[in-house]
């Protein structure tokens, strides 16, 4: 479990798969600018979880949690290419909790997690170009644009959109600024 000041997040179990098909399925949960274009079986949302991977890609998924265990979200890290020393992070919230921080401090959170457990210099998130919220929550979590990648992939109502990459580099986090306890992630 990561332990930060509102919420928690803890790696996704077995028990977690009905919940989390819920939400990626869910127009409402993915929301205007987020689309999960991989509808996934819930025995393969099992697989992803018990094996942490995907497509042979190390993947770990999390529920984000406030301190009395009311689930909010979904957080995800990934590497994709083991060798170029990045991670890859993402992140949602269901409606009735956005715009009151909570995205922020996931972000924060698994930065100070990622930076503290594992030798990269880099993280990063694509997001919505059109995405002005998920965008203050990388800002103010350090994040910086370094992008617009052009026609990046499908938005929600099944056209292209475009994305912004942004990233925080190891030298640019320096030290932790959310995460408050870190149990064993086994």
Do not use: C
């Amino acid at each position: 479990m990561l332990e930060g000041k509102r919420i928690n997040l803890r790696l996704a179990e077995k028990e977690d798969v009905p919940l989390l098909a819920q939400w990626l399925s869910d127009v409402n949960f993915a929301g205007e600018y987020q689309h999960f274009p991989d509808q996934i079986s819930k025995d393969q949302l099992e697989k992803r979880i018990v094996e942490q991977k995907l497509y042979q890609i190390e993947w770990f998924d999390f529920i984000i949690e406030k301190k009395d265990g009311a689930k909010i979200g979904w957080a995800v890290h990934y590497v994709s290419a083991p060798n170029f020393g990045w991670t890859e992070i993402g992140f949602a919230i269901i409606p009735s909790e956005r715009n009151k921080g909570y995205a922020t401090e996931t972000i924060q959170i698994l930065s100070d997690y990622l930076f503290l457990s594992r030798d990269i210099i880099r993280i990063q998130a694509m997001i919505d170009a059109r995405n002005i919220a998920s965008r203050r929550a990388l800002e103010k979590a350090g994040f910086k644009k370094e992008g617009t990648m052009r026609k990046a992939f499908w938005d929600a109502e099944g056209k292209w959109a475009d994305a912004d990459i942004y990233s925080i580099l190891r030298e640019e986090w320096k030290r932790p600024k959310m995460l408050t306890k870190t149990q064993a992630m086994e």
